[in-house]
């Protein structure tokens, strides 16, 4: 599923970024370009970082 659609970016792209070691939006930001545009997707963004912390 899209998260951003701006960029084009998954949900599996996003956890796959969090396992790798991305752990805040500056993170994801470099690494995968997203909330970059509209910033629609930012929200969306945190809270998957969120989820994954919490199962860390
Ligand atoms: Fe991610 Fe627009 S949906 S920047």
Redo the contacts with the bound molecule.
């Keep these: 599923m899209y ?5 084009g ?1 998954t949900d599996t792209q996003i956890r796959d970024a969090v396992t790798d070691g991305a752990c805040s939006m500056r993170d994801l930001r470099e690494r995968l370009d ?9 929200r969306e963004c945190k809270s998957i970082i969120n989820e994954y912390r919490q199962s860390a």
């Excluded at 997203?34 to 930012?42: H, I, L, P, R």
């Design positions: 998260v951003c659609l701006c960029k970016v997203v909330a970059t545009q509209c910033g629609k997707c930012g």
